[in-house]
């Protein structure tokens, strides 16, 4: 029996420019989805999927100059309050003087905030999915089953200090939510760095990972500093380290990765190893420009990431798409690197295979989840739109699009994003919760600041 719900999750997207994404550089123009009970039935053009039995029973939305793409995948973020504070900063000064002690300061409910503010933001612009490396992630949880995204649960996990999560919260947040929210919500391992961690800690969460059948997430190699740091602590560059200690495979995510050499990069793809690129927060951090091309070209999945609200100030994988192609450009003096499609499947096809859902989400493709986004070409930001041999729209989404442009979000078939604005939450409540508790949070951090030092003063003293 067709229930009422279903019938919500049943339509026809018909007359846009899709982008199926699925590995090919192939678009339909004009085209057409078919949605039948939250999965794709048919991909195609204007005619060949009306002529689908079931696309006459199912309403339909007029996608007229519109690209028709798949939801977005924001494989590296933390949910956070601290966005717009602490600019101009090295990257461990700024951890060490602002973002940790906010870590120190952090309550259940004031995370929760965070994810609330974060997933709306996110799904407003296109994304679909997050990786979320957080603490008290049982409030994500909560706030993603509500706002209908995907979301990849990494909590932030540290034994070199104790105001960060353990091994044995990830656990607990593993036994209630390994798999939840019919799918959408998922449990990972998360580590917050090497230097945060301990070898002991890097063993024991391989073997919770692998206990769980799960993903590992960390960061990795993000500063020159780092390397120089990991080669005088341990005789290895980072990514060699974190081989030795059991962690890379492929359902292991490393966010950054941008000093990696070439022998960390074949250990990535020999592993399977996904790396998340978060070029917005490289150049903010001046940590510097990852060599996305080569390690695509070696084999190496790359995903795109916005990384936090405090380090990159927004959430928007359109704008993300952009500076990953102009960094890319920039860094090698190439302007043929950075190509729109390639840049679009870094953040489509190749972010769901990042997180091993590729099976389910990622492309336009018969019988996956209807994860889609409607982007409003109508703009005179997108003016001249081509068709045929001129066709632009790929070039569009990638240099001149930004999460204002988008206009309707799906996952799993249930609309999230009508006509602009999110339809599954209150999203006035939510600034203002994220307001209230962000004011909260640094009243709090003051009261804190100074008692503890961070593992950045320590190793800056002992090096």
């Known amino acids: 029996m067709t229930t009422q719900a279903d019938a919500d999750r049943s339509f026809l997207i018909r007359g846009g420019i899709v ?6 550089q192939v678009h339909h123009d004009p085209g057409s989805v078919l949605v039948v009970d939250g999965a794709i039935a048919a991909v195609g053009s204007v005619e060949e999927v009306d002529r ?23 494989c590296h973020l933390h949910s956070g309050l601290l966005r717009g504070t602490a600019e101009s900063l090295a990257l461990w000064e700024w951890l ?7 870590h120190r300061a952090l309550t259940p409910e004031i995370a929760e905030a965070a994810s609330w503010m974060a997933y709306t933001e996110g799904v407003r612009g296109g994304t679909t999915s997050v990786l979320d490396m957080w603490r008290h992630m049982e409030g994500s949880a909560r706030a993603a089953e509500a706002i209908g995204i995907r979301a990849t649960l990494a909590p932030y996990t540290a034994d ?17 939510h390994r798999v939840a929210a019919g799918g959408r919500v998922r449990t990972w ?3 917050e760095h090497i230097f945060y961690c301990s070898p002991d800690m890097f063993r024991g969460a391989a073997a919770l990972a692998e206990e769980f059948d799960t993903g590992i997430h960390t960061h990795s190699s993000e500063s020159i500093w780092e390397v120089q740091e990991c080669l005088r602590q341990f005789g290895r560059r980072p990514i060699e380290e974190f081989y030795q ?3 890379l495979g492929p359902s292991t ?3 950054h990765g941008v000093w990696l050499d070439d022998r960390e990069v074949r250990i990535l793809a020999e592993t399977g190893t996904a790396v ?24 190496v999945t790359v995903a795109l990431g916005s990384d936090g609200e405090k380090e990159n100030n927004n959430l928007d994988m359109l704008e993300e798409m952009k500076f990953a192609s102009l960094l890319a450009k920039v860094a090698t003096l190439d302007p043929t690197v950075g190509d729109p499609w390639d840049i679009l499947d870094m953040a489509t096809r190749s972010g769901a295979e990042a997180l091993g859902i590729l099976d389910q989400t990622g492309t336009l493709e018969q019988g996956k989840d209807a994860d889609i986004v409607l982007v409003n070409l109508q703009s005179l930001h997108f003016v001249p739109l081509l068709h045929g041999e001129d066709f632009n729209a790929p070039a569009h989404l990638v240099f001149s699009a930004s999460a204002r442009d988008v206009s309707d979000v799906w996952v799993q078939g249930r609309r999230l994003v009508a006509g602009g604005e999110v339809v599954t939450v209150d999203v006035a409540a939510v600034a203002e919760r994220a307001q209230a508790d962000a004011e909260e949070l640094f009243a709090r951090r003051r009261a804190l600041q100074g008692e503890t030092p961070s593992p950045a003063t320590t190793l800056g003293k002992n090096a």
């Open 19 to 24: 982008l199926p994404m699925e590995g090919r």
């Open 160 to 176: 070199l200090y104790d105001y960060f999560e353990t091994l044995e919260t990830n656990r607990r947040l593993l036994e209630t």
């Open 189 to 191: 391992v998360g580590l």
């Open 52 to 74: 689908h039995p079931a696309a006459g029973n199912v309403p339909v939305i007029d996608a007229d100059r519109h690209a028709v793409m798949p939801g977005m995948h924001n």
């Open 276 to 299: 998340t690129h978060c070029p917005c927060s490289n150049m903010k951090l001046s940590s510097g420009p990852a060599r996305v091309g080569f390690y695509r070209s070696q084999g």
């Open 253 to 255: 995510v490393i966010a």
């Open 245 to 247: 200690r059991g962690i």
């Open 96 to 102: 060490e003087n602002h973002i940790d002690p906010a």
